[in-house]
């Protein structure tokens, strides 16, 4: 059974590196905890290393998340969902006057001044958010609600669609629209800038508008590396989840440039869907995947790896994703806090 | 929360169709589950349309199975782990000498003669499987061995790299290779031709060589369709595995042909993978998913789509196994027998 080995304090660290590059900018780290199914274990070593608040998409993980960790701030990230309630959030993001509605349809909630709100804004990925020339009509009838209350905006980058050289332009455009909505009278507490695509701008010494007040990421406290261009993000180990999985079959075969040793993991798409994984070992290299099984070329720089090897990777992020969704991959959470 | 809705009924009546189409042609079915994650109740629904054993791939699975359907034959069709045990399985599917002695070293089983064994070959899927020129050596040593009962030959092709022209060299190499392991003295029970691509033979009359004695097949009881060119396959339906997402917004936003409405559903990649799905509503278009979202442009032929609605849509095996695999989706098996 293929093994996803995650080393708790490794994740703790980098989240220490994380959120002292975000305050030495004035920023807060809101965890995100979606890549590892809201792991309360994972989630309290990222607020042990700073983060303020715990994010995540799936109510699922939510709950899970608020049963272990009754007093942290919980933000519900995805836009909400009408077939069903979403109680587990205690700010939950918007971008449309129904969701709106929804949120406002649960009744108060435990804190004064009604549920607390993020409206999401597009700037450039393309994907969810409210339109630019519709958000001051959509935050002011949030506004304008008594149930709700208007915590901040929010967007998010490099998700889907934008293209890394417009990261600039997504931050600098929910800064504007921040600061013309306090124009229009509106209390903003909270800009949420964008995820862990932004620690590439402030891993290479850019500023950010001075209206950004925090960032969302997950991707960057398992993984080490900022989500934009992937680097090592200084102070952050890349090696904190590990996948290995196991070799069950070797033959040389035929190949482009002549016979080939081939290997067949025990790992497929149903674990890993299409995401990218980095071998440890140096000399292999992926030639496909199918539901059950990972074909491998092992080149001249490759060891002998004989059957029943198991084979270290570093997953990607969408790889991350789908392995510790995966009920066929064993998890083993390492060197707890 | 979106919703897999299976109907039990549907997947019954396809089985029987499949079944009809191979007995047609003195081939005996073989039901795969790996789709459904080893469900018992889709499992027995198989069964009772006419399968003669059932086939998977994760140990998980036959647990399941082995629990819900004691008497049933398994057929565990993934290359033997050497990292654990993987008893549950009455047959295994071998394609290396260490594969074998897995087998073997786990004793000679309940039944007598030894632990059955099918020995998978390659013929151009270029995955997993003895190549061609080692299998009557490896078939030798199995046979030889009192531990294991060498069952037969067993082929895959269309999983990986095999191009669907390539499907008739497929199985003609397997029936090739039973026949020269029967010259060299060597006694086969059975010879699995291949999986649902095979149906697309069938289904257009083509004869298969005469020592092919079964095929395993899932997705087509599953889908209803081939696993070759995707065609309907006669007397069976395609809608027997219905998803439905959530559209959670709806805006008009720019794109290449001029402003489009774009919908976002609460389904993503960590439910869907990168499979294939196809939208029951004319006029839906996919731009494109993320681990939480997919996009989609409704066309002028599709009608009002307000937030809150249900998007049915008919998932490509691939989706299937995804969707199947996510907690986040709402499993909902419908027309029980």
């Not at 007093?71 to 077939?83: A, T």
């Not at 929010?154 to 890394?164: D, L, R, S, V, W």
């Not at 798409?269 to 140096?282: M, Y």
Request: charge should be negative; aromatic fraction near 4%; proline fraction near 6%.
């Amino acid at each position: 059974m293929p093994e996803l080995r995650i080393d708790i304090d490794a994740i703790g660290r980098n989240t220490e590196s994380v959120a002292a590059l975000l305050r030495s900018r004035g920023l807060d780290l809101v965890a995100v905890t979606k890549g590892c199914l809201g792991e309360p274990r994972v989630a309290s070593a990222m607020l042990a290393g700073g983060a303020v608040a715990i994010a995540d998409t799936r109510d699922r993980n939510l709950h899970r998340l608020r049963s272990a960790l009754p007093n942290v701030e919980l933000h519900r990230i995805h836009l909400p969902s009408f077939s069903e309630p979403f109680e587990p959030g205690d700010v939950t993001y918007v971008s449309n006057r129904e969701g709106a509605e929804a949120v406002a349809s649960l009744g108060q909630g435990h804190g004064s001044g009604g549920r607390k709100v993020m409206i999401h804004a597009e700037t450039g990925d393309e994907r969810e958010g409210v339109p630019m020339d519709l958000l001051l009509e959509l935050a002011t009838e949030i506004a304008a609600d008594p149930r709700l209350r208007l915590l901040g905006v929010a967007t998010n980058y490099a998700c889907f669609k934008g293209k890394p050289e417009g990261i600039r332009r997504s931050v600098e455009a929910i800064a504007r629209a921040a600061a013309e909505l306090r124009q229009a009278g509106l209390g903003l507490e909270r800009v949420s800038g964008g995820n862990s695509s932004l620690l590439w701008l402030l891993a290479e010494g850019h500023a950010l508008p001075a209206e950004v007040t925090e960032a969302r990421c997950g991707e960057a406290l398992l993984l080490g590396r900022d989500a934009l261009y992937y680097q090592p993000l200084p102070g952050c180990r890349t090696d904190a989840c590990l996948l290995r999985a196991e070799v069950v079959e070797e033959y040389t075969r035929p190949a482009a440039r002549g016979p080939a040793r081939r290997l067949v993991l025990g790992i497929g798409r149903q674990d890993l869907g299409t995401g990218a994984v980095k071998f440890a070992e140096p000399g292999l290299s992926e030639v496909g995947r199918s539901a059950d099984y990972t074909v491998v070329e092992a080149g001249e720089a490759c060891p002998r790896t004989p059957i029943g090897t198991m084979i270290d990777m570093i997953p990607s992020y969408e790889a991350l994703v789908a392995v510790w969704t995966s009920p066929y991959v064993e998890l083993a959470l390492v060197n707890r806090l």
